[in-house]
């Protein structure tokens, strides 16, 4: 299951993609602007499990794509 927002993420932070996977793990993906691009902050139940923070909003895009295909497909093991 995949989900889009439609929010701007000039409005504050803003969900990019929400997974819940065949273990029943959600996982969320969140940007908000930085001072030099874009941040991202992946959530997994809740928790924050990771932050990264991308010179450009493509580079950000592309990245976000790759780890909510990755969640997609958890086998159990990760964070």
């Known amino acids: 299951m995949h989900e889009m927002a439609n929010r701007s ?4 932070p803003a969900t990019l ?30 928790s924050s499990v990771l932050v990264h923070r991308f010179g450009s909003g493509f580079e950000a895009m592309a990245w976000a794509a790759d780890v909510r295909d ?6 159990g093991y990760g964070p």
């Open 9 to 12: 993420v000039r409005e504050g």
């Open 70 to 75: 990755l969640w997609s497909h958890d086998d």
């Open 17 to 46: 993609w929400v997974v819940r996977n065949k273990h029943g793990r959600i996982v969320e993906c969140v940007a908000r602007l930085a001072r030099a691009g874009v941040e991202l902050e992946i959530l997994s139940d809740g």
